[in-house]
């Protein structure tokens, strides 16, 4: 086999059980909640939906700083093996917390895996292929990345009743164990900047200085578009299972659980659809490519919205309205990932995707905390989470900016 292929097929198997960890605690927090002394949803809601995920999603993000960093500059094979192994100790330990601030630690401990782990993986996709082919491992990375939540989310739900919260939080942690490993063992960093035909020499400068990365319009908007996209899938990862079991009255480990999973199911195929169009749109004109991102974004929400305000005992609309929820919200994150290498010098991508990383934990630390401390108590979950389907519409509005930038910048970049 391809030693190219075969890295990617590993670090494929790795981020599907990495990202598995990231919706484990939403089908069971009030499970979780009540097993560490709270028993009111207002309670439930802050401490293990918005307080937990809030030190997971920043601590995540700001580690993954230093990783870019180090990223451009180190061995990304060692790195990688060695950030895997220190993600997965904790969300392993997760299973055998004692009290609540032995949990509260664990999980954020647990966000330095996610967090590192990307700034690794997109910086080494981008030298093992060429700016028109990047679109497709992208796409496949995302694709296992999502179809790990989606299990994830699923196991957690489906185990917690029978075998109690503690079990899938293990499950998950020790594949990775095994997989860093043979990672480490198996593969050879590429040469950076080898499939870019224009690629700037060497400057330690680089290193020192993240602001330059922001003369690159296209990479403002990249992170602006970040951080407001992912309150809504932050949100309703952790809450939506809750919120259709005790406010709607839909079956906690049957309907609910199932109906956000189809969410996930159909994300994944999203993601797939999304890149293709993507590929073939980028090939077209550039312009294109943001194009069609900015406005299935925004077309998104009205799925969305239909899927908060189902009507209690209505299957059907909730299955209908999950579905298409899917179908149109995954279409836009792995073709940002491909604007972003192909508008960056290689040498720099670690930077970049660390930057990136980081407004999207920004997005999904504070988007829990701020909808579940603040808009929860004043407005109820109904508002609440409708308020946070609109940041979709920023979001959206911000990708279509990238009609502008997007073409001449990646013009620039890799002709």
Do not use: H
């Not at 309907?255 to 996930?264: D, E, N, P, S």
């Not at 990708?399 to 502008?404: A, N, Q, S």
């Amino acid at each position: 086999m391809n030693t190219r292929v075969f890295a990617i097929i590993q670090i494929a198997f790795i981020s599907f059980f990495m990202f598995a960890d990231q919706n484990l605690l939403g089908p069971n927090m009030t499970q979780i909640g009540q097993d560490f002394g709270f028993f009111t949803e207002s309670d439930i809601d802050y401490y293990i939906g918005g307080l937990i995920n809030l030190a997971f999603w920043i601590l995540g993000g700001t580690i993954s700083l230093f990783i870019g960093y180090f990223t451009d500059i180190v061995s990304r094979r060692k790195l990688f093996a060695l950030i895997v192994i220190i993600g997965e100790i904790p969300c392993l330990l997760s299973g055998f917390a004692e009290t609540y601030t032995q949990f509260f630690i664990m999980r954020a401990l647990t966000g330095l895996g996610i967090g590192g782990i990307i700034p690794l993986t997109y910086s080494l996709l981008g030298d093992y292929y060429a700016p028109k082919e990047r679109i497709k491992v992208v796409t496949l990375i995302g694709f296992a990345s999502g179809l790990g939540v989606a299990v994830g989310q699923l196991a957690s739900g489906m185990l917690g009743e029978t075998f109690g919260w503690r079990l899938p939080f293990i499950i998950f942690a020790v594949p990775n164990f095994i997989l860093a490993i043979i990672f480490f063992i198996t593969t050879k960093d590429p040469e950076r900047g080898s499939m870019d035909n224009k690629s700037e020499k060497f400057q330690i400068s680089d290193f020192k200085n993240f602001k330059s990365l922001f003369r690159t319009k296209t990479n403002s908007l990249v992170f602006l578009q970040g951080i407001f996209g992912t309150v809504p899938w932050a949100v309703f990862g952790i809450f939506m299972i809750d919120y259709l079991s005790k406010n709607l009255g839909y079956d906690r480990d049957g309907t609910a659980t199932l109906a956000i999973t189809l969410v996930g199911g159909m994300a994944i195929l999203s993601s797939l659809i999304g890149g293709f169009i993507g590929n073939k749109l980028y090939r077209k004109n550039p312009r294109y490519l943001p194009l069609f991102c900015g406005l299935s974004t925004i077309l998104g929400v009205i799925p969305t919205w239909l899927l908060i305000n189902v009507p209690e005992n209505s299957e059907i609309l909730l299955f209908t309205y999950a579905a298409f929820t899917g179908l149109f919200i995954a279409m836009t994150p792995p073709n940002m990932k491909v604007i972003l290498m192909n508008v960056n010098n290689p040498l720099n991508r670690g930077k970049v995707f660390s930057l990136y990383n980081f407004a999207d934990d920004l997005g999904r630390g504070f988007g829990p905390f701020i909808i579940g401390l603040l808009l929860v108590p004043i407005f109820g979950r109904n508002i609440a989470f409708n308020i946070a389907a609109i940041f979709w519409i920023i979001c959206g509005c911000l990708i279509l900016m990238m009609v502008k930038t997007f073409p001449e910048e990646s013009k620039r970049r890799i002709s």
